[in-house]
């Protein structure tokens, strides 16, 4: 399904390889909202957001000739807007491996939980508020589909350090999202 | 583990990635991919020469090649993101409101330090911001800058940090991401010095804002002279005065080498202009509205206006930092400027539209009660409407040629043309020094040539007529689309002398050509000479709508989003009449639609013109009630007239009347409404903080107990999830109009 994907842009991206500008603004705009999505997730604001994608794109569209197809366009570019983000935070000093807070907050009861109501702008607000360091953990694994090994690699942080900002990522999105809504 | 959050997260995975990119993004990539002339502004040649201090914070090329329009889109949407970062701070009013008007100041500087926080590794009292500063000598002072801070303060906040200081660099000049921890760390201090103001020479000189930052400003000697000083706002200089008459010093201790070690800047005054404009009256005059006491008139009649122009226009002064003249102000078109949550009817339903009415108590008048009555119309998916015969009547003379004119009506236009299919035609024509065709009707699915078209138009040439109108109607005509939307829209920033100079001779026209099936809408762009008043006048008499354009986000809204709504007509000539009940309301005032007033005896007459209903839009209107008191059935009304009441709990009968877009007979909608305890609706708190924002700025006599506290507050509980952010907007422009009306008083 997903090598599918991408021989049916294989064209554009043969002729991003010639520098065609209006190949790379097709492939931007095939991409531009879930590469955006994922940014804004990472950086937790908007301009650190789009200034990262501009990089990145920049970086992607000059060294789309090392774009071999083992993986499909879409994962290789994932990658490199994952890269960008992770440089930004660290130049930031924004990643920090220690400084949690303390309290996840209560986590019974949750069986009971009704969760047709959350509404996706509460879900992003929510992970929005993480820690940058969880925040990151947290997207790339729940949301991107990356397991801990590679984090661990990505941001690099041993696996166990990817799997405990997980779980407290999980303790402070479940705390925050189940408050009761105030009125 | 069973997880139903999580589980839940990740069945809606898709629906999580709801943000949209802005449009420049693109362009901002491309621009860097494929540079045009490349150029070094002359600020980075100077400072390379001087040889002096890097300017850590920005690359400086890009920043200059930053075109005005994505400068100001910037800060259009990053202040519409403001909301959530603002949660980390302390959420009193007072405290947003000094971080607001600070924001406003860095806003005339250009550069925000407040953006570029960050933690600091070394000092974790500290927080950073980034930034530039005007050494002695033309030398600049990359910095960054550091202040120890107290709970919830931050960068650029000046009060309550306990000291500061600029750790900066002397060499690295290439180097955009500097290390700091081995650099030089100098105290600031400031100083007063005891230069009298008035000895200092013509020439360019730093200029300082309530002692904090600094930016290039300029001193001039006039002919008898007197001192004038200017200083930088978003690419203008504004005159303005010197305060306190004296100088300020800055010294940067011993540290680094700033020829001699201290600069001179004159503080000025940042909201010298907020009120320039607010008492000006070159706009149509607005009477407002006066209670009618029912026992003397019981019905209320006027037109629907689904118009948002005076909100976008009145937006315009407040991003500049000024209260607009009380006149811009149309609270009709605040109110209406807004999508509300509003049920569409069904294809088949009965009416065209879906009507619906609440009343609670005045926010403003706690004894009064306010009426919002809504509609909403049918909604039309894209693909279902019907064709449309689009004819551009542009403006291209030379005053059309500042960024927020022709280079922002060809962006939209762009976003336009992507909308189009192959069933709608478009044609273009110009008036300048002559008029012409540079369109001919061009089917909606040959983007490019259409595309191709708008590149090459140019502003040039004096605004001279021609035969403008004249040559958009006999296309329109050879082209007209049956049952389609057949519609002129002229482009303007004011200079619309199309080829009849006479005005009533060119309204005469209009109406004329609007029997016809022809109507018009107007785009209003820029500043300075918009004629407002007039432009309003002539959309309104071709059927059409009136918008006034300051930004991307506005083309994109009036052109994309509302291009059901705007473009297309599902109702026209839509009249309201209220006929009120005595008994229970003693008088009414309706709010805003001044120049929609229709005569009572003008609603059943069908040859009256109204305002016209497009799918998908949604028409609220407010009046304020006074309930009555009375208890009695009789009412004495003078000395020989004694009224009967009728017994009925109705409080008012509301009667809609319209037409098909075809039709020529009106259909008539009434029904009675009695008044029921309700919640408030998150429709009534939005139009009716609107409706408050509009009485504050037009400092109305009706204002009662207004105030900014009271909207700003209805306009948060009105926000609802904002998938747009112009509520959040809004929000925004009633922080700054308080704080504006606070500096204005200040200065009266």
Wanted: aromatic fraction near 10%; hydrophobic fraction near 35%; proline fraction near 4%.
């Amino acid at each position: 399904m997903e090598s599918h994907v991408t021989d049916l842009h294989k064209d554009l991206i043969d002729r991003c390889k010639h520098n065609d500008v209006s190949a790379q603004k097709a492939i931007y705009q095939l991409y531009a909202k879930a590469m955006y999505n994922l940014c804004l997730r990472m950086m937790g604001n908007q301009m650190d957001a789009e200034d990262c994608m501009q990089e990145a794109f920049v970086r992607a569209f000059r060294q789309i000739n090392t774009f071999k197809a083992q993986s499909t366009f879409g994962a290789w570019l994932k990658r490199i807007i994952v890269n960008q983000c992770i440089n930004q935070l660290k130049q930031n000093k924004r990643l920090n491996w220690h400084d949690l807070p303390a309290e996840p907050g209560s986590t019974d009861s949750m069986e009971e939980e009704d969760t047709s109501g959350i509404s996706s702008d509460t879900i992003n607000l929510a992970i929005q508020k993480l820690p940058p360091g969880s925040r990151a953990v947290f997207t790339l694994k729940m949301l991107e589909g990356y397991d801990h090994l590679e984090i661990a690699q990505i941001l690099n942080i041993s696996v166990s350090t990817s799997k405990s900002q997980f779980s407290r990522a999980k303790d402070l999105l479940r705390a925050a999202l189940t408050k009761p809504v105030q009125s | 583990m069973k997880d139903p959050i999580f589980d839940h997260i990740k069945h809606n995975r898709q629906d999580l990635d709801n943000a949209e990119p802005s449009d420049l993004l693109w362009q901002r990539i491309e621009s860097d991919l494929h540079p045009k002339n490349k150029r070094h502004p002359l600020i980075w040649w100077m400072t390379a020469a001087a040889g002096a201090l890097i300017l850590l914070f920005f690359n400086v090329g890009n920043f200059e090649e930053q075109k005005p329009e994505e400068l100001s889109q910037n800060q259009h949407i990053e202040n519409l993101d403001q909301e959530p970062n603002f949660d980390q701070y302390p959420n009193s009013r007072e405290v947003r409101k000094k971080y607001l008007r600070q924001q406003m100041i860095d806003a005339i500087l250009g550069h925000h330090t407040s953006d570029y926080n960050f933690s600091h590794d070394m000092n974790p009292g500290f927080v950073r911001g980034r930034g530039v500063m005007r050494g002695a000598s033309w030398k600049d002072l990359g910095y960054y800058l550091e202040q120890e801070t107290g709970p919830g303060l931050m960068a650029g906040d000046m009060n309550g940090s306990t000291r500061w200081r600029a750790v900066t660099s002397e060499e690295n000049l290439n180097r955009i991401n500097y290390n700091y921890s081995n650099a030089p760390t100098i105290e600031l201090s400031a100083t007063t010095t005891s230069v009298p103001f008035m000895n200092i020479s013509p020439g360019t000189y730093n200029v300082s804002i309530e002692g904090q930052q600094f930016t290039m400003g300029r001193v001039e000697r006039t002919d008898d002279g007197k001192i004038d000083i200017y200083r930088p706002f978003r690419g203008n200089t504004f005159k303005t005065k010197v305060l306190n008459n004296q100088t300020y010093t800055w010294d940067f201790g011993d540290g680094i080498n700033l020829n001699g070690g201290r600069s001179v800047y004159i503080e000025v005054d940042p909201f010298q202009h907020v009120g320039d404009y607010y008492s000006n009256e070159s706009y149509n005059d607005i009477v407002e509205n006066e209670f009618k006491k029912t026992l003397d008139e019981h019905l209320s009649t006027f037109s629907i206006d689904v118009d948002g122009a005076s909100y976008s226009n009145v937006r315009r002064y407040i991003n500049n930092h000024q209260l607009p003249p009380k006149n811009a102000v149309r609270i009709e078109e605040f109110i209406n400027y807004f999508d509300y949550e509003l049920e569409a009817p069904d294809k088949d339903a009965e009416h065209p539209f879906n009507f619906s009415h609440e009343i609670h108590d005045c926010p403003w008048n706690k004894s009064h009660q306010l009426l919002q009555i809504t509609m909403k119309g049918q909604e039309i998916p894209k693909d279902d409407l019907p064709p449309s015969n689009l004819v551009f009547l542009l403006d291209v003379s030379g005053s059309m040629s500042d960024y927020n004119k022709l280079p922002l009506l060809k962006k939209g236009m762009k976003l336009l043309v992507n909308q189009l299919r192959a069933q709608d035609k478009v044609s273009i024509v110009v008036y300048a020094g002559s008029a012409g065709v540079v369109l001919e009707p061009t089917s909606g699915d040959r983007k490019n040539e259409i595309i191709e078209a708008l590149d090459r138009l140019q502003s040039g040439g004096s605004t001279a007529g021609g035969e403008g109108i004249n040559l958009a109607y006999k296309l329109a005509e050879e082209h007209f689309k049956k049952g389609g939307n057949n519609r002129i829209i002229l482009a303007t920033d004011g200079d619309f002398n199309v080829g009849i100079s006479d005005q009533d001779e060119l309204i005469k026209l209009i109406e004329e050509k609007r029997k016809t099936g022809v109507f018009l809408s107007v785009m209003g762009y820029g500043m300075g000479n918009l004629q407002d008043g007039t432009i309003e006048q002539i959309a309104n008499k071709g059927n059409g709508n009136y918008s006034y354009i300051d930004n991307v986000m506005e083309a994109k809204k009036v052109m994309v989003n509302e291009f059901g709504g705007t473009m297309f007509t599902i109702a026209k000539d839509v009249k309201l009449q209220l006929e009120f009940n005595p008994a229970k309301v003693e008088s009414y005032r309706l709010i805003g639609y001044e120049n929609r007033l229709l005569k009572n005896e003008d609603f059943a007459n069908d040859t009256i013109d109204a305002g016209e209903l497009g799918a998908g839009h949604s028409i609220v209107a407010l009046y304020e009630l006074v309930p009555a008191k009375a208890t009695s059935n009789a009412i004495v009304k003078s000395k020989y007239q004694k009224v009967e009441l009728v017994d009925s709990e109705e409080w008012m009968t509301i009667k809609f009347r319209y037409k098909t877009p075809t039709g020529t007979k009106s259909k008539l909608i009434e029904y009675p409404v009695t008044y029921e305890k309700r919640s408030y609706s998150r429709n009534f708190l939005l139009s009716s903080s609107l409706a408050e924002f509009g009485l504050l700025l037009r400092d109305s006599e009706h204002k009662g107990k207004a105030s900014f506290e009271s909207a700003i507050n209805h306009a948060h509980r009105a926000k609802g999830n904002d998938s747009r952010g112009y509520r959040a907007e809004f929000i925004r422009l009633l922080e700054m109009s308080e704080i504006l009306m606070e500096e204005y008083e200040k200065r009266k």
